[in-house]
């Protein structure tokens, strides 16, 4: 058992021994059950029969974003130490502990492509993508009141939004329009709503398995050790109530600003360019006759003023997505004040 939690957390913590010489489930304080189900995957369960939020959390999707990867060490010590009371049902997902350990996105596979369709089916992480979702739908298959997902990452880009949530939840539902307001509210600056194919492990819980799920980018990759902790206060404060029941709508508490997406820009040929600087932040708008992407054929000509950019890589796969155009969601009128 060599998970990157038990080299972190669990060998430093004398009550989690047990887990490391073959017990894999113990009480901890405040009559909380924890499992080990397996390599970087920890189940908390608060005995008691009331019915109860289902939240997972997971982290390390892409090997080398660290700041959640630390956030989520710091909170499991904490739960661990008795500091933080679990009153939700907690499943901890640290994704592809190979590609931690290795420093890299990724090994062989970018995991929130999906188990399908894959270039290489023996790939590790096709099979880690596989046992995660089945995790993922056992865990929330269980009883409870509302479901809820976090996928914890951080950008390759710079943000005009520092932080921003992509939500694959249809907007309608009064859960998703709750779990905006408490994001706005964590200090997530923008949300992008996207009904799109996609095949991120959000869109896989939310479309799926019935949650209500985000992925969360909260600034730029760096290595262990260098990021600012202090950068990640309030979202660390919003995952700590969520966690132990205590969290609330607060009024007057900033809003995110909402985007729906206004266009996909596909590489179809070795042809296709980018038509900005490479260090062009993720949601710079432009303006109407901006000419963003040239291929081949065709060029993507913004439209409407207001237009941002989202997600910009000419290096995808032919036939894949290079660009993401955004424009406010004009159903939301904090996107005006
Ligand atoms: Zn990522």
């Not at 994704?95 to 188990?115: Q, T, V, W």
Request: with cysteine.
């Amino acid at each position: 058992m060599n998970s990157y939690l038990a080299r972190k957390v669990l060998c430093n913590l004398p009550c989690m021994k047990p887990l490391l010489t073959g017990q894999l489930s113990l009480i901890i304080d405040n009559n909380v059950v924890v499992e080990l189900w397996d390599n970087g995957v920890l189940y908390f369960q608060p005995q008691g029969s009331e019915l109860r939020n289902a939240i997972l959390l997971s982290v390390g999707v892409h090997g080398n974003e660290t700041a959640p990867i630390e956030i989520i060490d710091q909170l499991v010590a904490d739960i661990l130490a008795g500091k933080i009371a679990v009153r939700n049902s907690l499943l901890i997902v640290i994704a592809n502990p190979k590609a931690i350990k290795s420093g890299f996105r990724e090994i062989d596979e970018n995991m929130n492509n999906g188990p399908l369709p894959i270039t290489n089916a023996e790939s590790d992480e096709h099979h880690r993508t596989r046992t995660l979702m089945n995790y993922s739908r056992d865990f929330f298959s269980m009883d409870a009141d509302q479901k809820i997902h976090y996928d914890l990452h951080t950008a390759i880009r710079g943000s005009v939004y520092k932080q921003f949530a992509v939500s694959p939840n249809s907007s309608d539902r009064a859960e998703t329009e709750q779990q905006c307001l408490l994001l706005g509210q964590y200090g997530i600056e923008a949300i992008l709503t996207t009904t799109q194919k996609s095949a991120t492990f959000s869109a896989f819980t939310a479309n799926i398995l019935g949650a209500t799920s985000f992925t969360l980018e909260l600034g730029s990759a760096k290595p262990f050790g260098e990021n600012n902790i202090t950068e990640f206060a309030a979202i660390i404060e919003g995952l700590h109530g969520m966690i132990s029941g205590k969290l609330a709508l607060e009024v007057g508490r900033k809003k995110a600003k909402r985007f729906i997406v206004a266009a996909e820009v596909p590489k179809k040929t070795d042809a296709f360019r980018l038509l900005f600087a490479s260090d062009i932040v993720n949601f710079t708008p432009f303006n109407e006759g901006d000419v963003l992407a040239a291929d081949k054929d065709y060029q993507y000509i913004v439209t409407k003023s207001g237009e941002r950019i989202l997600f910009p890589n000419e290096n995808v796969a032919i036939g894949q997505r290079a660009l993401v155009i955004v424009r406010p969601d004009e159903n939301y009128t904090e996107n005006t004040l």
